[in-house]
């Protein structure tokens, strides 16, 4: 069954929603809690869809895993922590790329590793080389097999150098919960150093582990025999508040995002500010809203934190939709990102693809045919359409689209959008969007 979703139109978003633990933590610090001899408890858990895989992948290790049912608090205890069969591993295959960084962690608990084919968002190549690179470093040995990857370290893991050639935010989370147990020191440079990367420090640091962080974009990690749990309240999910902020400007509306945290999406609000959205911040969280007139067009080049998430990236565009004048994009983490444009232009949004580089430094993707900067110009109205969702960001940014285009439009796939928004049909009523949501079966 798949989620549809018939949206009128022409209604500003206004109200308040919460956003809660971040997607891209809370799901690597579930599987930290493997690391450890004791049970971990983690706060500020957001009902995705990644929490659910996550679960269900540590209960097949023989995690315990218990969710309070009034605050949402899980308790994770790995006292029992086993082998899991092959095929029911399998059955996560494709849900989502979260398996491969249990990769270490149960090395370290049960001497092996089985990782199922995996799936994901659709907007670039994101393979999975890093990770294996990164754990035969470690002195791993990675196997294939039908319908995934056997990982196993007949001598234990052992800590080492390596470099990053680009700031991986996965493959530095996998470099973290690898090396917190091997034995020496791993010393990675050229990490990511993302909000929610220093959060899962954070975390493991708690759990007895020895990092520190150098301003060279160096992680430094020396590794213990034994881990204990942790306590911890995660990070506000900057990328859902960055959404809902997005979705006030396109459909000229007034969203107080509670959680929303200043200090994470420092870039972002500099970029709200330059397009000409207005906002308050408070220590609660941040007021987003659209202040009147035309909005204003601006050149943007994503990147790897502190730099403009690319995560911002597509939601904004809709927005730049809006502005009045000539807008560039250039994306320079994932290479397909900009597919997601053909439902914008289709609902009459000015969007053209190039494939050079229309930013100020040349980036990887450059001379490769990757079709990976946009001129964007407006103000266009929007027309309402059908949309199948493609991705998680690019599915919620066709939403916001679909919410301030005149006529009604269809969107199909939304569950896609739930691996990363909580109950998000729930906050788009409470902010007064008007639609109807049904559900069908999807022919194979």
Request: net charge neutral; hydrophobic share 40%; glycine share 12%.
């Amino acid at each position: 069954m798949s989620g549809v979703l018939t949206v009128r139109g022409g209604v500003p978003l206004k109200g308040r929603v919460q956003v809660r633990g971040a997607k891209n933590l809370v799901p690597k610090a579930m599987v930290a809690a493997l690391l450890g001899n004791e049970p971990s408890v983690l706060r500020n858990v957001p009902e995705i869809k990644d929490v659910e895989v996550v679960t269900s992948l540590l209960q097949l290790h023989g995690v315990t895993v218990v969710k309070d049912p009034q605050t949402g608090d899980l308790t994770m205890d790995p006292a029992n922590a086993k082998t899991a069969s092959s095929a029911e591993i399998n059955t996560h295959a494709g849900d989502s790329r979260i398996p491969i960084l249990l990769c270490g962690p149960l090395i370290h608990s049960i001497g092996h590793a089985f990782i199922p084919d995996l799936g994901g968002c659709k907007i670039g190549d994101r393979p999975i080389d890093y990770h294996l690179d990164v754990l035969r470093k470690f002195g791993a040995v990675v196997d294939k097999e039908a319908g995934g990857i056997r990982i196993s370290a007949p001598g234990g893991l052992k800590g080492t150098k390596i470099h990053l050639p680009y700031p991986s935010v996965g493959a530095t989370e996998q470099v973290l919960l690898s090396a917190t147990r091997a034995d020496g020191i791993t010393e990675l440079t050229g990490a990511a150093t993302e909000p929610e990367i220093v959060d899962l420090i954070a975390v493991l640091q708690k759990m007895g582990a020895i990092i520190s962080v150098q301003t060279d974009r160096t992680i430094r990690i020396e590794g213990v025999r034994e881990l204990g749990g942790y306590v911890h309240t995660a990070l506000p999910d900057r990328n859902e508040a960055a959404s809902w902020a997005c979705a006030a400007l396109v459909t000229r509306g007034d969203i107080y995002v509670q959680g929303a945290c200043q200090r994470d999406m420092m870039t972002f609000v500099n970029t709200f500010r330059k397009i000409g959205g207005g906002m308050d911040i408070n220590d609660d969280g941040i007021r987003f809203y659209h202040p009147g007139g035309d909005l204003k067009p601006l050149v943007l080049e994503t990147d790897v934190h502190p730099g403009f998430m690319t995560d911002w990236q597509q939601p904004l565009v809709v927005a730049l939709t809006q502005a009045g004048g000539v807008s560039i994009v250039h994306e320079t983490v994932y290479e397909n990102r900009f597919g997601f444009t053909d439902a914008l232009v289709r609902m009459g949004a000015g969007i053209q693809l190039h494939r050079e580089c229309l930013g100020s430094v040349p980036c990887r993707f450059g001379q490769r045919n990757f079709t990976h900067s946009a001129v964007i110009s407006g103000p266009t109205p929007l027309k309402g359409t059908h949309i199948d969702v493609p991705d998680l960001r690019g599915g919620f940014s066709h939403m916001i689209a679909a919410l301030a285009a005149e006529g009604t439009s269809t969107v199909t796939g939304i569950d896609v959008i739930s691996r990363g928004y909580e109950r998000f049909t729930s906050k788009l009523d409470g902010l007064g969007a008007d639609f109807d949501i049904a559900k069908h079966k999807v022919m194979v």
